[in-house]
């Protein structure tokens, strides 16, 4: 049960997509993009009002494809930042974000986790299955983008770092975005909503045992190797995590609602990072923040923005 959690919550995270009915150009393999020209798409198309967009385990069929394992196949190596329309198999409902990604504290780590290290970073807050509201059991998902730069219309050499967060795999009653910590790691919870939908999980889990290994932690290691030449001083945080900063707190019934900016306001979240674990706790280390200045919730948000995941690598240094 808890492997179907992994691949199904984790991998799917705001990448697993389905294809059907759509060209995807599969050589646009980079990210070639300014972070104005990705931001300036997802802010394109607003919605007039919030959709309830469902899973739905027919969704993974095709009369000519098997499109979960298309899906799991070209998140894992395509890193482009939009895609054509498709749509999210296990994270369709979501809010997006543009910000600044800034560290402030030393740390052992490289790339873009080095001490006075600031970036643009575009964001997607999101929930699994269908639920959307308080009251409902939602796994709250946050997927990052962070741009090499801070000019926005440049246009860098180098793929967009992704990174992927949950709070639990099952799912929690909690009431609002902000009052859970997301890691790279969650924690795994047996809920109802779970069960409901354990055929779903188990068409996805058997297209992913084979695509990636350990699908339980996303490594974070493209944020480690951003703006680094020499790969052997690299150095990757085992675990990230993030958390809001307190007193940021909307009362909203529905968590896109909750986590709106509204113009002139930010919305903070603090990084942590660790790699040890010390009398039975990960030894996290605050680095850092992330500080979010404009929200949208659009359809390029839901059904375009693409977040590639780094395929698991054993070698890494921590």
């Given at each position: 049960?808890?492997?179907?959690?992994?691949?199904?919550?984790?991998?799917?995270?705001?990448?697993?997509?389905?294809?059907?009915?759509?060209?995807?150009?599969?050589?646009?393999?980079?990210?070639?993009?300014?972070?104005?020209?990705?931001?300036?798409?997802?802010?394109?198309?607003?919605?007039?009002?919030?959709?309830?967009?469902?899973?739905?385990?027919?969704?993974?069929?095709?009369?000519?494809?098997?499109?979960?394992?298309?899906?799991?196949?070209?998140?894992?190596?395509?890193?482009?930042?939009?895609?054509?329309?498709?749509?999210?198999?296990?994270?369709?409902?979501?809010?997006?974000?543009?910000?600044?990604?800034?560290?402030?504290?030393?740390?052992?780590?490289?790339?873009?986790?080095?001490?006075?290290?600031?970036?643009?970073?575009?964001?997607?807050?999101?929930?699994?299955?269908?639920?959307?509201?308080?009251?409902?059991?939602?796994?709250?998902?946050?997927?990052?983008?962070?741009?090499?730069?801070?000019?926005?219309?440049?246009?860098?050499?180098?793929?967009?770092?992704?990174?992927?967060?949950?709070?639990?795999?099952?799912?929690?009653?909690?009431?609002?975005?902000?009052?859970?910590?997301?890691?790279?790691?969650?924690?795994?919870?047996?809920?109802?909503?779970?069960?409901?939908?354990?055929?779903?999980?188990?068409?996805?889990?058997?297209?992913?045992?084979?695509?990636?290994?350990n699908p339980g932690i996303r490594q974070v290691y493209e944020i480690s190797h951003l703006g680094e030449r020499n790969n052997t001083k690299i150095i990757t945080p085992k675990w990230m995590k993030i958390e809001a900063k307190k007193g940021q707190t909307v009362d909203?019934?529905?968590?896109?609602?909750?986590?709106?900016?509204?113009?002139?306001?930010?919305?903070?979240?603090?990084?942590?990072?660790?790699?040890?674990?010390?009398?039975?706790?990960?030894?996290?280390?605050?680095?850092?923040?992330?500080?979010?200045?404009?929200?949208?919730?659009?359809?390029?948000?839901?059904?375009?923005?693409?977040?590639?995941?780094?395929?698991?690598?054993?070698?890494?240094?921590?």
């Amino acid at each position: 049960m808890k492997r179907i959690l992994f691949v199904f919550i984790i991998v799917c995270l705001n990448g697993c997509t389905s294809t059907m009915n759509i060209n995807i150009n599969k050589d646009n393999n980079l990210s070639q993009n300014s972070f104005e020209d990705v931001w300036n798409k997802v802010a394109s198309d607003p919605y007039i009002k919030l959709p309830q967009n469902k899973v739905s385990f027919w969704k993974l069929f095709s009369w000519d494809k098997n499109i979960i394992l298309e899906s799991s196949q070209r998140t894992l190596t395509n890193y482009a930042d939009i895609l054509e329309p498709f749509e999210k198999l296990a994270h369709p409902n979501g809010i997006c974000f543009k910000g600044l990604w800034e560290i402030d504290t030393k740390s052992r780590y490289s790339g873009y986790f080095k001490n006075n290290t600031k970036a643009l970073i575009i964001a997607r807050a999101s929930s699994a299955m269908s639920n959307t509201k308080r009251g409902e059991v939602r796994a709250f998902g946050f997927a990052g983008k962070i741009f090499p730069t801070l000019n926005p219309s440049e246009i860098n050499n180098e793929n967009t770092a992704n990174f992927f967060l949950i709070d639990d795999l099952g799912g929690t009653l909690s009431k609002h975005f902000t009052d859970v910590a997301l890691s790279n790691e969650p924690k795994v919870t047996i809920t109802m909503e779970v069960l409901k939908n354990l055929l779903y999980g188990l068409k996805i889990t058997s297209a992913f045992s084979n695509a990636d290994e350990n699908p339980g932690i996303r490594q974070v290691y493209e944020i480690s190797h951003l703006g680094e030449r020499n790969n052997t001083k690299i150095i990757t945080p085992k675990w990230m995590k993030i958390e809001a900063k307190k007193g940021q707190t909307v009362d909203a019934e529905d968590f896109r609602d909750e986590l709106a900016i509204k113009e002139g306001k930010e919305l903070i979240f603090s990084i942590f990072v660790a790699s040890k674990i010390i009398d039975k706790k990960k030894d996290w280390q605050k680095i850092g923040t992330i500080t979010l200045d404009t929200s949208i919730v659009s359809k390029s948000c839901d059904h375009q923005l693409h977040f590639h995941h780094p395929k698991w690598k054993s070698d890494l240094r921590h």
